[in-house]
């Protein structure tokens, strides 16, 4: 039987979600909140990446983060203590600067949406003026506010060495924005720097349990999402196939088999290695890359407590042959075979499951693809994206972030969560709520949260499609020639397979849905669903 390959962490998917953490705190938080701290879980399987040093770099940018603020917490603090009328007047510059960016910011956006409308007229200058409009008033917000309040404290600061601390007070927390940017950047050059391996950490405490999870041949799975981290689903098919004997020329009479003419597993192993076949091809040309045929078990996590010892880091295989052999109704073997490509951007994931019941062989086929990680965080792969001009960049856009100042206080206050969270020993904490019957299945993937909203890479797409009809075809190949093999009348088998097939026809309407004949794959949900990082 097939074992899961080492972890994967030579993948671009892994690099641009270890820039994510730097780049989106709230991605970053998930990853700390929902999958880190969430040690009464099971980990979802990763597809295409590894999760340690995503998770190690969440951390990374959380201290940074954290420290950056408890910095400028106390630079404000201490300039209200010792010069507390400069610091009213440097506040008070510091809101007119970020009023006036802030409108700024908005018009440029609104400029860009009439820019980007095709309809114009009337419509497509409302928000031209709206950007005018505000700016106007920010301008006039932000000077009525100096003027009132310089002329209240002026008495007190008239004297050079009032006014030089209010300008050092309003230039110092700037530049400390602008250094916590600068070391952001800094740590996504690095990974650049470093190719596509980020420096993978050694696994220790909890790490190593996300490690053994992350690619344990048991999925632990909560609520209805047995495919939990595959991505959206694009395609589902199954059918029940009597096995009667091959008939020769005119006898209509069906007869079953006194006794079934193969087991589950010789089925499964023929499927395996018909389908690792094509992943392994001399030629270039006709080798699918990045294929990988593994054997997976699905338990929800309510019934997960009869397979305690199933769940240690160096068990699964063993049950794999137990459930092949005497199905089970709690536990569900798939033959799970994957495609990553795009360097782990794009994975399309094809869950097979076969078994003998009832003197029928009923097949299940279901279809999954994880779309690329968001577009903010493939900066660290585009030109121009990382380097000194990036460094620069980085320092002046969070220089000006003034409300980031305002707004440290606030993310002080909530920064101790994961760290609490984080707080308890390194071992496997789903052991214990397994003893007392509780849902360990995981519930969040970290590679879904970090999914596009909307694909724009055309290849990307169709590559997802051919990946899935590829072993689609292969699989109805094998399983009707095999069953030929064994002296099985395959009529009623090749109809279906015919059928399923001529649903796979290719066409793209308006709508961005790739159909396929009387059925569809809905790739508007893989390659274009909006996705949230909620907590």
């Not at 039987?1 to 641009?16: G, H, K, L, N």
């Not at 305690?308 to 075979?337: S, W």
Request: glycine share 10%; proline share 4%.
């Amino acid at each position: 039987m097939t074992t899961p390959e080492s972890p994967i962490f030579d993948r671009t998917a892994t690099r641009r979600l270890c820039a994510g953490v730097y780049l989106d705190t709230e991605f970053r938080d998930a990853v700390l909140h929902r999958v880190y701290n969430a040690r009464k879980r099971r980990v979802a399987p990763s597809y295409g990446y590894d999760l340690v040093p995503v998770v190690t770099h969440a951390w990374r940018a959380w201290w940074l983060s954290t420290i950056g603020d408890a910095v400028l917490l106390t630079l404000c603090c201490a300039a209200i203590l010792l010069y507390p009328l400069p610091a009213l007047l440097a506040a008070v510059v510091l809101f007119d600067v970020g009023l006036v960016l802030a409108a700024l910011t908005y018009g440029v956006r609104s400029l860009r949406a009439v820019r980007d409308r095709s309809t114009g007229g009337a419509e497509a200058d409302a928000p031209e003026a709206s950007w005018h409009r505000d700016i106007g008033y920010g301008v006039v917000i932000a000077a009525l506010l100096t003027v009132g309040v310089f002329a209240a404290v002026r008495d007190s600061v008239r004297d050079d060495g009032g006014i030089t601390a209010a300008a050092v007070i309003a230039l110092t927390l700037p530049a400390v924005l602008a250094v916590l940017g600068t070391l952001r950047q800094l740590a996504v050059n690095r990974l650049r720097a470093h190719g596509t391996d980020p420096r993978r950490p050694r696994a220790r405490g909890r790490l190593a349990v996300i490690e053994s999870q992350q690619r344990h041949p048991m999925v632990v799975y909560s609520g209805d999402r047995p495919f939990v981290g595959s991505g959206s689903r694009l395609r589902t098919w199954s059918f029940a196939q009597r096995l009667v004997e091959a008939k020769p020329l005119g006898v209509d009479k069906d007869v079953e088999f006194e006794k079934k003419p193969f087991a589950t597993r010789e089925l499964v192993e023929e499927l395996r290695r018909a389908i690792t076949t094509l992943g392994s091809e001399e030629d270039p040309e006709t080798r699918l890359p990045g294929l990988r045929v593994l054997d997976s078990l699905f338990v929800e996590g309510r019934y997960a407590r009869g397979y305690a010892d199933d769940l240690e880091p160096d068990a699964g295989a063993a049950l794999v042959e137990r459930v092949l052999d005497r199905p089970q109704e709690t536990v569900r073997h798939y033959l799970t075979c994957q495609v990553e490509s795009w360097g782990g951007e794009v994975v399309t994931t094809v869950f097979v499951h076969v078994s003998l019941q009832g003197r029928t062989m009923y097949i299940e086929f279901s279809s999954r693809a994880l779309a690329p990680t968001r577009l903010a965080y493939q900066v660290v792969d585009t030109i121009g994206g990382t380097g000194t001009l990036a460094t620069l960049r980085a320092a002046a856009y969070h220089g000006i972030r003034i409300r980031d100042i305002a707004l440290a206080p606030v993310r002080l206050l909530r920064a101790p969560l994961p760290l609490l969270g984080a707080l308890g020993g390194g071992g496997d904490a789903t052991v214990a709520q397994l003893k007392r019957g509780r849902d360990i299945g995981a519930d969040c993937s970290a590679r879904e949260l970090a999914a596009i909203g909307a694909d724009e890479n055309y290849f990307q797409t169709f590559d997802v499609v051919k990946h899935l009809k590829i072993i689609e075809q292969r699989l109805l190949s094998t399983v009707g020639d095999y069953l030929t093999e064994r002296g099985v009348d395959t009529s009623e088998f090749r109809r279906r397979a015919t059928a399923i097939l001529n649903n796979g026809v290719i066409s793209t309407g308006n709508s961005g849905i790739i159909q396929t004949g009387s059925g569809d794959i809905d790739m508007s949900g893989a390659m274009g669903e909006g996705t949230s990082v909620g907590k």
